[in-house]
């Protein structure tokens, strides 16, 4: 098991930037592939960004692609979504997870955080 806590969600003026954490605790050397997703009101969640474990890969959705960066910190146990320009289409629930095989950046997740709050204000 993987258990995955987020922080760092807040309320951000529109242009501004703000970074979310996530720490996993467990069995993280079974990890390959973190990912942050986030979910408005009335819409689906949707995928943000992700990175590989060991070696930093990082994908984006084209949303966020140039305004936001995915880091790790291996020795934390701990992944970063830094987002910058920020705008109220932003404001969701981000909730990072992680799987344990390759393959797809978007599915097959098989822990997730239970979320943290980004509300950016226009």
């Known amino acids: 098991q993987v258990h995955l806590v987020e922080s760092g969600g807040g309320l951000v003026q529109a242009g501004g930037s703000l970074r979310v954490s996530c720490v996993a605790s467990?069995?993280?050397?079974?990890?390959?592939?973190m990912g942050w997703f986030r979910q408005a009101p009335g819409k689906e969640r949707e995928f943000v960004a992700a990175?590989?474990?060991?070696?930093?890969?990082?994908y984006y959705a084209d949303s966020v692609k140039g305004r936001f960066a995915v880091s790790r910190d291996s020795a934390k146990n701990t992944v970063y979504l830094q987002m910058n320009s920020l705008k109220p289409e932003d404001t969701a629930v981000y909730s990072c997870?992680?799987?344990?095989?390759?393959?797809?950046?978007?599915?097959?997740?098989?822990?997730w955080g239970q979320g943290t709050q980004v509300t950016v204000s226009s």
């Open positions: 997870a992680a799987k344990n095989s390759g393959g797809s950046t978007i599915y097959g997740y098989n822990y």
């Open positions: 467990g069995r993280t050397f079974s990890m390959v592939l």
């Open positions: 990175i590989s474990w060991s070696g930093g890969s990082t």
